[in-house]
């Protein structure tokens, strides 16, 4: 089982409408958990991180951890064409254990005007 | 603004060839790190570095090498490219410890 699973997709979606992405884990050590916005022929850049469970909103986006569960997710209301890009997952653990952020592969979204 | 560049924004190599690629970082970070992004495989972890001339393997280094010897510059070397090595090559730099890593714009490495 691979550490963090993430559906590739593609998603499209008519703008307006709320998009939830998800990603399944199974290293229990993992206490950070990032999402990473991707636009084409860029480089990824950091859209929000949360640290162990709860919730955490910044404007349109809100990303929700359930330990319990190994389940992290990112809904996008009220979307707009300038959302399309690739959403990635990231997980690390905490300091002192390993460095490396663990992606997942990345869920490439559309949003049609 | 954290600036991370990569030397090249697109190469094309010749099998066999010696491969290097550059990155460089402003904001004197301790770590970088090396991955390539494939379709359908996501981002993979190729070499990553702690600090000036630390390096360790990442999830896939077979066929890599790097180098650190300026806490700026991380390189990534491709001893004897080969056609299976084209790929997206992303650089990325980060404090030590915390959650934010800030990546260059990629390097598209064609290898015919």
């Known amino acids: 089982q691979k550490e963090v699973e993430q559906d590739p997709g593609p998603l499209s979606v008519p703008e307006g409408a709320i998009v939830s992405l998800n990603c399944t884990y199974s290293n229990s050590a993992f206490q950070y958990f990032m999402w990473y916005r991707q636009y084409s022929r860029k480089g990824p850049e950091l859209l929000m991180y949360?640290?162990?469970?709860g919730n955490k909103e910044d404007g349109r986006f809100t990303a929700q951890v359930d330990k319990s569960s190994k389940y992290i997710s990112l809904f996008i209301r009220d979307s707009q064409p300038s959302d399309s890009a690739t959403y990635l997952c990231?997980?690390?653990?905490?300091?002192?254990?390993?460095?490396?952020?663990?992606f997942g592969k990345g869920m490439k979204l559309t949003v049609n005007p | 603004d954290v600036k991370v560049t990569q030397s090249s924004r697109y190469l094309v190599k010749r099998t066999g060839e010696k491969v290097f690629l550059e990155c460089v970082q402003d904001m004197d970070h301790e770590n970088m790190f090396w991955y390539r992004q494939d379709p359908g495989l996501g981002l993979r972890l190729i070499y990553f570095s702690y600090d000036v001339k630390m390096k360790e393997k990442g999830d896939i280094p077979e066929g890599y090498s790097v180098s650190r010897e300026k806490k700026e510059r991380f390189s990534l070397i491709l001893e004897s490219a080969s056609t299976n090595q084209t790929s997206m090559y992303l650089c990325a730099s980060r404090v030590q410890g915390s959650t934010e890593a800030f990546f260059g714009q990629g390097t598209r490495l064609t290898v015919v």
């Open positions: 949360t640290y162990s469970s």
């Open positions: 990231a997980m690390r653990a905490p300091q002192g254990g390993s460095e490396k952020l663990v």
